[in-house]
Every structure is written in C-alpha cells, then in structure tokens.
C-alpha cells in the first residue's frame, strides 16, 4: 500500500479536500495532482491539505502540447508548461506528466520536432525547481491531436538527444502494451522511467478516451510488465489513473475500495 497513488481524474467526484480524506482514510499515501484540482484555491492551501492527510503529490498533470501553428502558440506552451512546473514545486511534485500533443494540420515529423524543441526550452527552469518532465509516450490511436511520441522507444530517443537528467519516462500501461519492442525498450528507457501508470484495455473499448479498465478487468499483462519495469531499478510510485465514463457513474467510496483491490490482486 506504500507505493499506492490515485490520479484525482480517477476519483474525478472528488474534490481535492475530499480525495485527500478518502484517500488518507482508506491508507492510500500518493496522489496524481490533476491541475483542475487546484484550481480555485491557493497553491500553499492545496498543498497544506495534502500535508495534513499525509498525502505526497506524486506527479502533477499535466504539461505537454508543444507543437503549435503561430509564435504565439509556441510561446503559450512554453509559458503554461514553465507554471505547471511552478505548480509541481509547490505540490511537492517531484514530476510533471507531459502529454506531448500533436497537431492534424502539421506532419508527425513537424509535430515531433516542436515537441523536441519545446521540452529542450523547459529543462532550465525544470533545473532550476528540481522537478522532471516526464514524457508520457501516448498510444497511437492519439497521434492525431493529442500526442506525436507513441513509443518507449521515441521517448528513450528525445531524452538522448536532449541529454538532460531531468528529462524522464511515464511509462503507461494503457499506452504501451501492445508495443512488439516493450521488452527491450523498457530496458533501453531503464532509468530514465519516473512514473509507472495503471489501468486496463477492456474489449470491446467503446470510447478511446472514457472507456478504460479497473486493473484486472482487460488483457494488459499488468504484473508482467511491472515485473519488467522493476527491472530496471523502478521502485517508485505505481499510480491508478482510470478515466471510465462507467466507473465515474459509480458510488465513489464503493469504487475506491475497488481500486485497492484490484491493486492488490491485478498489479
Ligand atoms: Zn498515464
């Protein structure tokens, strides 16, 4: 249960105070800060709550969608992802997720190198609070709009090219499973993984954003892959996020003690 955390999205009726409680009550120690959580409030408060409950701020999520079609959006970008890791100190994040985007009106390759370009003018202020920009490669079904990095691998090679220690891997079971490559890119992107997500790939997946699975629920060879992972040296965070339109209509406090055990039983 030590190594336990929840993305708010996934207990997404929950505001911070109240996630924080449940959480804390049911004995679960790390959190996934969505930033919609905290809004509303200042940061100081947000992260007083956490500390009160005994809560780290596992990652916060998210920063990301480099590429752009205008200067301005370019440096948009650059300012937002500059607060999310404003944001990420004073949570006491240790890593803000990036969600790298990609833009239908500009090639991969285009897209690619904005995203290359875009966490390279990240890296000195990331330095300079101390928190990492974890790359979290998306499945390719979101390459149109959401994110160009698909892969371990692609994320492995940013990271190399970048040469930055504070450039790291969320590696997302959602997202790699179906990787031929998994086995040896995982243990090419090796220490340079920082974040472990969770959930499952139900068949048939009836939304490609809103339909995922409690762990135990679909075909993702979860524990085989963390065995992997760990393999590296990972023995971080293991962090829920689950976005279901399904389980977000169920009874909050009934599907919380469903998400620890399926951690137990399927992780
Ligand atoms: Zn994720």
């Known amino acids: ?4 955390a929840i993305h708010t999205i996934t207990t997404k009726a929950w505001d911070l105070p109240t996630a924080a409680k449940k959480y804390a009550d049911a004995g679960v120690r790390g959190m996934g800060v ?6 509303g409030r200042p940061l100081a408060e947000s992260r007083q709550i956490l500390d009160d409950h005994g809560i780290t701020a596992v990652s916060l999520v998210r920063g990301g969608f480099f590429p752009h079609l205008t200067p301005e959006e370019k440096q948009q970008s650059i300012d937002d992802n500059h ?18 985007g990609a833009k239908p009106e500009l090639s991969l390759t285009e897209s690619r190198k904005h995203i290359t370009e875009g966490i390279a003018a990240c890296i000195p202020h990331a330095e300079k609070l ?4 974890a790359i979290e490669p998306l499945h390719p079904m979101y390459a149109d709009c959401r994110s160009a990095v698909n892969t371990l691998g692609q994320s492995t090679d940013i990271i190399e090219q ?24 995982i ?15 139900l068949t048939p997946t009836n939304d490609f954003l809103n339909d995922r699975g409690l762990m135990g629920e679909g075909c993702i060879d979860i524990q085989g892959i963390r065995q992997q992972i760990e393999a ?3 023995n971080d965070w293991v962090e829920v996020e689950i976005f279901s339109d399904r389980w977000w209509s169920h009874d909050p ?3 919380l003690t469903k998400i620890i055990q399926a951690y137990k039983n399927h992780v």
């Open 1 to 4: 249960m030590d190594r336990l």
């Open 34 to 39: 969505w930033r919609q959580w905290l809004d």
């Open 83 to 100: 607060r999310a890791l404003d944001e990420a100190a004073a949570m006491g994040a240790s890593q803000v997720v990036l969600v790298c």
């Open 130 to 133: 101390g928190v990492k920009l």
């Open 162 to 185: 970048l040469g930055s220690t504070r450039v790291g891997i969320a590696a997302d079971v959602y997202h790699i499973w179906w990787d031929p490559n998994l086995e040896q890119e």
């Open 187 to 201: 243990q090419r992107a090796g220490k340079h993984i920082c974040g472990f997500h969770v959930c499952d790939w």
């Open 232 to 234: 590296t040296g990972f």
């Open 253 to 255: 406090d009934e599907y």
